[in-house]
């Protein structure tokens, strides 16, 4: 086929989410059909070191960086394209490049930092924008916006790492004055459940402060909804997304957590949930609200908690950029939706497309009429 589309996929990253990445990155790899695309791929080091070259993922899985060359992605839109460092003689051209696909989860990926970038390059890539990137990301100011918009979410506080350390009892009687236990600890810019904590008691909280502390200087002090469940839905789309059919997570742990998303793989998906109707309306009516009030685009996971007893809905958050592997439940829900996974990469890569035509039409110069 001529004049394939020519798709760079980034990967590893600076987050605790690196080796989720990595499985996401397989996953997208292996359903890119050469014959439509022309793949480079970019292994990010928890470092912060860019590099390209042949077998990337591989030698990142394997932990074998070497023959590895430095890639840059200038911020010019002069120079666009994919750069290397050559000896001394400086940069030079390794590719050009239509549409940047990030798999990276989780900060300096999925906070708006690399969409920055993109944004001064002046190309295209797959999902939110620097708005909804960090909105999304940041899981406290996400909450604010819900509420703004209407949307019920549960009860949380956030805190600073800097008040953590300076009075963690001051911090622990805030908590508990926002509900009698349990309460979940988590990062504010983190997730694949990296660092989030179910606290049953004060010593529980202590702990979990401290862990989620270690991988962000916010932290996010949540109620425990007792008794509930766990409903996705993916969302697909820019300016008139789409939502897919709930799915509910049965998690095997306390919650639905790291171990049990990635490495035991013993939470069960039951795909789609069984809901009445008319929840099932509201739950993706929220969804897609929640994605719109934030500016997402491309795709995103929005999750939430529903009481058994009364049936009440939360949003607890919104992913931009959802684990993506075969068995992942973004994926999955637009597989049972009508959208098998090959399918759903490739309209992922034409929304960025298309975002980046709609960017073009903005005018960036002014004169006055006066």
């Given at each position: 086929m001529e004049n394939k589309l020519r798709v760079a996929v980034l990967f590893g990253g600076r987050s605790g989410e690196h080796e989720v990445s990595l499985m996401s990155a397989r996953s997208?790899?292996?359903?890119?059909?050469?014959?439509?695309?022309?793949?480079?791929?970019?292994?990010?080091?928890?470092?912060?070191?860019?590099?390209?070259?042949?077998?990337?993922?591989e030698r990142f899985e394997k932990n074998n960086l070497d023959?590895?060359?430095?890639?840059?992605?200038p911020p010019d839109p002069s120079e666009k394209g994919i750069y290397i460092l050559e000896g001394f003689s400086g940069l030079k051209k390794w590719t050009d490049v239509d549409v940047f696909f990030p798999v990276l989860h989780g900060t300096f990926g999925e906070d708006g930092t690399l969409q920055g970038l993109f944004e001064l390059a002046d190309v295209a890539y797959v999902g939110a924008g620097v708005l909804g990137s960090s909105v999304g990301m940041d899981k406290?100011?996400?909450?604010?916006?819900?509420?703004?918009?209407?949307?019920?979410?549960?009860?949380?506080?956030?805190?600073?790492?800097?008040?953590?350390?300076?009075?963690?009892?001051?911090?622990l009687a805030k908590a508990e004055a926002l509900s009698a236990y349990p309460l979940f600890a988590k990062p504010a810019n983190l997730g694949s459940s990296v660092g989030v904590t179910r606290c049953n008691n004060r010593s529980d909280l202590q702990e979990g402060l401290m862990e989620a502390a270690s991988f962000d200087r916010r932290v996010l002090i949540q109620k425990g909804i007792r008794n509930a469940r766990e409903i996705e839905v993916s969302v697909l789309g820019n300016d008139d997304p789409l939502a897919s059919v709930p799915g509910e997570i049965l998690p095997s742990r306390e919650f639905y957590s790291y171990e049990s998303k990635y490495i035991d793989g013993t939470s069960g998906l039951v795909i789609p949930a069984p809901l009445s109707?008319?929840?099932?309306?509201?739950?993706?009516?929220?969804?897609?609200r929640a994605y719109k009030a934030i500016d997402c685009a491309g795709m995103a996971r929005v999750d939430f908690f529903l009481e058994k007893d009364t049936e009440k809905i939360y949003l607890n958050e919104l992913n931009t950029i959802p684990g993506f592997t075969q068995i992942s439940m973004y994926p999955k829900l637009w597989e049972a939706s009508g959208l098998p996974y090959d399918r759903l990469v490739d309209r992922l890569i034409e929304l960025a497309m298309e975002r980046k035509t709609d960017r073009d039409r903005t005018s960036r110069t002014f004169r006055s009429r006066a």
């Open positions: 997208v790899l292996s359903v890119l059909n050469p014959a439509r695309y022309e793949v480079t791929q970019i292994g990010i080091t928890r470092d912060g070191a860019w590099l390209t070259g042949n077998d990337v993922l023959g590895l060359l430095p890639a840059i992605v406290g100011v996400f909450k604010d916006v819900m509420i703004a918009n209407g949307i019920p979410v549960v009860d949380t506080l956030v805190v600073g790492r800097a008040d953590i350390e300076k009075d963690i009892q001051a911090v109707a008319e929840t099932s309306r509201q739950i993706r009516e929220y969804a897609v």
